[in-house]
């Protein structure tokens, strides 16, 4: 797989209220608030590296997240991963991981480690 210093995947989702309450009620709680939960935006990342970059094969080893704020349900929130430092030799790639709100406000930031088979820089 070819990857470059910089590289980025995005994409951009809105959760609904729906999408909020099957969510709890997948693990057996209700959520009281108008707030997107914390894993929710942690799927989007896993979204991202699985399907878009490093895509299809990646191993996920580590993931961070600080969370900045609480998104609103119905928030249009944008979710990107960018290549921070490929490790061919060990196949491995850090990525930072960003997510903002409709009015370009921070959501929640980090990085990400994952293993992948075959890096070509």
């Given at each position: 797989m070819n990857?470059?210093?910089g590289q980025t995947?995005?994409?951009t989702r809105?959760?609904?209220a729906r999408d909020v309450a099957r969510y709890s009620a997948l693990g057996g709680h209700e959520t009281a608030t108008n707030e997107v939960p914390e894993p929710l935006l942690g799927a989007l990342?896993?979204?991202l590296l699985?399907?878009?970059l490093p895509g299809v094969g990646t191993n996920y080893l580590k993931q961070e997240m600080r969370f900045l704020r609480a998104?609103?349900?119905d928030e249009t929130l944008h979710a990107c991963?960018?290549?921070s430092r490929l490790r061919p030799?060990?196949?491995l790639v850090d990525l930072k991981t960003t997510c903002t709100g409709d009015d370009g406000t921070p959501v929640c930031e980090g990085r990400a480690l994952v293993y992948v088979g075959e890096i070509t820089a």
């Open positions: 990857f470059a210093l995947a995005e994409v809105r959760f609904s990342f896993s979204y699985g399907v878009r998104p609103r349900i991963v960018e290549i030799e060990k196949h």
